[in-house]
């Protein structure tokens, strides 16, 4: 700290001087790496927590890349079981001008069609919407084009070292910050060093309108804290939320481990039915649309049974990607806990 001085009056004597001086305040080669110190530990958690922010908008990309794959197909689905009531339609007038069908028939069929149609553009309107929330997450204009030839998201290493997770890791740091801050203030109880430069008038009694002689000299002092009781209580409150942070720490280790173990046991029983849909209810579906088809063409099946049977078909198909869908949350939930994307 720099101090000015200034005096003016009868100091010296009865003659009217002037003094002027500039002292300069240091602190201890210590306090100043202390001071270094603690500034360091606080861009290391700043450092760390934009790697925290990172990681999280890799998982909303992740998951929103495989959202829109899953609605794309999705839209595939709808607009198949379109073309097919497009042309049961077709069929079902014909059927109506020969008088072999009532009007309830052709009725139920333009209804469902109408339905079909407005359930894809919900999705092709979804798709968009999350195509536009990408772009924004990558920070680029451009509508992105989403393809892959897998539906399903395939995770890297997923052993997780909780000690290293990030938000462990930005705890720590915390940790580090309040040590440095305590000794940045212990730091404080020593001295500091002064040195200045002082000039100033000496007139003799009567010389009230002379200059007189001007006498300079320097100064040079060490100031000593000899009052630490506020000091004192900076370094307690600093223990004090030390302890606090040290324990929100063991809470978030706890916590991470406890959300991993959720993480396995979900993402079991979603293997399980991912696996059970494509070995054995997909195929007895597609058995069903051939099976259905050939009734259908021969006469042997009604107008409500091959709706009937449309439907249960659409449905198998989109549970299966509502099943996928709730497979790929959990393995990327499970890549921001270890911090590895298969997708770098």
Not at 9 to 30: E, I, T
Not at 59 to 73: E, G, N
Not at 99 to 128: M, N, P, V
């Amino acid at each position: 700290m720099t101090n000015f001085q200034s005096e003016l009056g009868q100091f010296n004597g009865p003659a009217f001087d002037v003094k002027y001086g500039v002292v300069q305040s240091f602190s201890l080669p210590a306090v100043y790496r202390a001071d270094q110190a603690m500034n360091q530990k606080i861009w290391e958690h700043h450092v760390i927590q934009k790697q925290i922010s990172e990681i999280q908008i890799k998982a909303m990309v992740t998951r929103l890349f495989y959202d829109i794959l899953l609605s794309q197909k999705k839209l595939t689905l709808l607009r198949e079981q379109e073309l097919a009531f497009t042309e049961f339609f077709r069929i079902a007038e014909l059927r109506h001008q020969k008088g072999e069908s009532d009007l309830l028939e052709l009725q139920h069929t333009k209804l469902i069609r109408q339905k079909i149609q407005i359930a894809i553009q919900a999705c092709i309107s979804d798709i968009q919407a999350e195509k536009d929330h990408l772009s924004f997450l990558m920070n680029n204009q451009n509508t992105f084009e989403v393809a892959n030839d897998d539906l399903k998201y395939v995770p890297g290493n997923l052993e997780q070292n909780i000690d290293e997770h990030p938000l462990v890791l930005s705890i720590q740091k915390m940790l580090s910050i309040q040590s440095a801050k305590n000794k940045l203030e212990k730091m404080k109880k020593l001295p500091e060093i002064s040195a200045g430069y002082v000039f100033q008038t000496f007139r003799a009694s009567g010389e009230l309108s002379t200059v007189g002689p001007i006498l300079s000299y320097g100064v040079f002092s060490f100031n000593l804290p000899l009052f630490n009781k506020s000091i004192n209580k900076r370094i307690a409150a600093f223990n004090v939320e030390s302890k606090a942070i040290d324990i929100q720490k063991t809470e978030a280790v706890e916590m991470l481990k406890l959300k991993q173990m959720q993480l396995n046991h979900k993402r079991a029983q979603y293997d399980a039915q991912v696996i059970q849909y494509e070995k054995e209810i997909l195929p007895a579906t597609e058995s069903m649309k051939l099976l259905v088809a050939l009734k259908f063409k021969n006469g042997a099946l009604d107008y409500l049974e091959w709706i009937q049977s449309m439907q249960e078909i659409f449905d198998s198909d989109l549970a299966y990607l509502l099943c996928i869908r709730e497979r790929n949350q959990l393995l990327i939930q499970q890549q921001y806990l270890t911090n590895e994307y298969a997708t770098e």
